[in-house]
């Protein structure tokens, strides 16, 4: 009998203390895998429909700027960064071939107009023997026979073919001329267009040959301190909600990695319907154009487009959170 109670007392108090801890330890469990809820009031104000896209930076307009004449580099006079103005000297090439050849054409050109000179001497004293051979042939045919009378004639007419000719050759060596002072010109590489060099492709005494294909000297962006294109390409199902947008002049927000902090805007300015097709997946170019006038936009970043489709004002707004819930 008290061998049973030794075994029947500990388990009395065992079921006493479960019995007393178990409501605890039910509701406990319950609070815990009770759901948490966030509160959010509904307020009015705007809301936007946007569609997003991702797109690249580039500039409005890269002008390569190549050379049209052969020979080693002799000066550079801009670098990377450098702003540069339309005319602005950019490079040189060696001139001294190209000199020469100006010289060489220039003293062509003389030696033609020399004898364009000479023959027409020639012409004027032929004219003046055809006219006192009439006038001698007129006073009495025996004094000069036709045959005197015919050599005369064709002497001047010969004169003049051959003044002919002449003049030709100085045409033909002014032209000769204006090529070589044109390939003079070229050794001086000039910029296009006002803008930023973006890259520089050449250095000092390197060999240009321009025999097959033409050099690339330097990249310039054009308008890059006032404007910047971001190139998108958005889905062929959202590209009627974009055109929409275009036509009621929508604005575009977007960042970009280097600056997540800023929000950009800028406008659609152009809906191209070249398609692009991925994988079965139809894409349309959209530019977007956005001002840059502190010029953190750079060539080759990544943006994150929002293009606003529509905005409605003074309606009522609960967060998107609350519409993808389901208990």
């Known amino acids: ?82 702003r540069v103005e339309k005319g602005q000297l950019l490079a040189v090439i060696d001139p001294r071939i190209y000199e020469a050849g100006v010289e060489r054409d220039r003293a062509a050109l003389e030696t033609r107009l020399a004898e364009v000179d000479r023959v027409e001497a020639l012409l004027e004293q032929a004219r003046n023997d055809e006219r006192r051979a009439l006038e ?26 051959q003044l002919r000719v002449a003049q030709a050759a100085v045409e033909q060596a002014r032209g000769n001329l204006n ?22 492709k050449i250095d000092p005494g390197q060999t240009l040959a321009a025999q097959f294909q033409t050099p690339e000297l330097f990249v310039i962006a ?17 590209i ?30 152009q809906v191209r319907i070249n398609p692009t097709e991925t994988q079965n997946v139809v894409t349309y170019p959209v530019v977007v154009k956005a001002p840059n006038r502190d010029r953190k ?14 905005t409605r004002k003074n309606v009522l707004k609960i967060p998107n959170a609350a519409l993808r819930f389901y208990p």
Do not use: C
């Open 240 to 269: 009627g909600l974009i055109r929409r947008a275009a036509d009621r002049n929508e604005k575009v927000e977007f960042t970009v990695d280097a600056y997540p902090d800023d929000l950009f805007e800028g406008s659609i300015h």
């Open 136 to 161: 001698l042939w007129k006073k009495n045919p025996d004094y000069i026979s036709e045959a005197e009378l015919d050599q005369v004639r064709f002497n001047r007419r010969s004169l003049g073919a």
């Open 1 to 82: 009998m008290r061998r049973l109670l030794k075994i029947l007392i500990p388990l009395a108090v065992v079921g006493a203390a479960a019995a007393v801890a178990l409501p605890r330890v039910l509701a406990y469990w319950a609070a815990r895998n009770r759901p948490q809820y966030r509160l959010a009031e509904v307020v009015r104000g705007e809301i936007v429909s946007v569609v997003n896209a991702t797109g690249r930076v580039e500039p409005v307009s890269s002008v390569h700027v190549g050379s049209f004449v052969s020979g080693p580099i002799l000066e550079l006079k801009a670098d990377y960064n450098d």
């Open 297 to 310: 936009l750079l060539p080759g970043m990544t943006a994150n487009l929002s293009f606003h489709i529509e």
């Open 222 to 238: 054009e308008q890059m301190d006032q404007w910047m294109y971001v190139y998108a390409s958005v889905d062929e199902a959202d």
């Open 179 to 200: 090529n070589s002072q044109a390939n003079l010109d070229y050794t001086k590489i000039t910029s296009p267009v006002d803008g930023i060099v973006i890259e520089r």
